[in-house]
Structures are given as C-alpha cells and as structure tokens.
C-alpha cells in the first residue's frame, strides 16, 4: 500500500523558514518522481515544485523560485522542501505527490501539511 506523508508544517512570522518532509511507503524510489502542490483557501490547488526520481531535475513555480528548494534522500524515501523567505501569500495547505517513471499523471498523494505566514 503506497502512503506519503507530509510533516513540518506551522506557523511562521514573514521572512521566515520551514522545512517540510514527505515520507513515502510503498514506492521504490527509483520508479517515481514527487511534486508538490498548495491550496489556499478559496483558491485552486497550484504545482509548487517538483522533483525526478534521480534528484537531478527540478522545476519551480515562478512564485517560489529562489526561496524555494526542493530535495530528496532516497536512502530514506523521504523529499524535502525547505521554504525561506516566507511570505504570507504562501500561506496553504502543502501537499505531495508521487508521479510514475514514464507517466504524467500524479497518482499518490498525501494528506497535506498546513502551513500559515504571519505578516
């Protein structure tokens, strides 16, 4: 049974930093790549940034690109995103998701981290 699961989420004053991690189960981490997305309230899930299976590409929304990095440790099934320089439009619930090798189409996904920017 394949399971992500996403941690570090919370309160953060602007200008700050939180680190989320995404433990996924289930996966050989050779076979997917991870994306992650954010909804805020009253507004549409958005792609964030994402990730191959490798570690070697990654794209980002224009939005979160130079405060943003995304990463992943294989050895221990787990992505990272480490978010700097907060702003309190970042504001959103923060979820994974896994991608096959070969496929588009994200199939797993977690059950989301809450993550609130204070201005």
């Known amino acids: 049974q394949v399971q992500l699961v996403e941690s570090g989420g919370g309160l953060v004053q602007a200008g700050g930093s939180l680190r989320l991690s995404c433990a996924a189960s289930g996966l050989t981490s050779s076979n997917y790549g991870v994306g992650w997305f954010r909804q805020a309230p009253g507004e549409e899930r958005e792609f964030v940034v994402g990730i191959n299976w490798r570690g070697d590409s990654t794209y980002y929304a224009d939005t979160v690109k130079g405060r943003f990095t995304i990463s992943r440790d294989n050895a221990e099934n787990t992505v990272y995103l480490q978010m700097n320089s907060l702003k309190p439009e970042d504001t959103a619930v923060y979820s994974c998701?896994?991608?096959?090798?070969?496929?588009?189409?994200?199939?797993?996904w977690g059950q989301g981290t809450q993550v609130t920017v204070s201005s």
């Open positions: 998701a896994a991608v096959s090798v070969g496929y588009r189409r994200y199939k797993y």
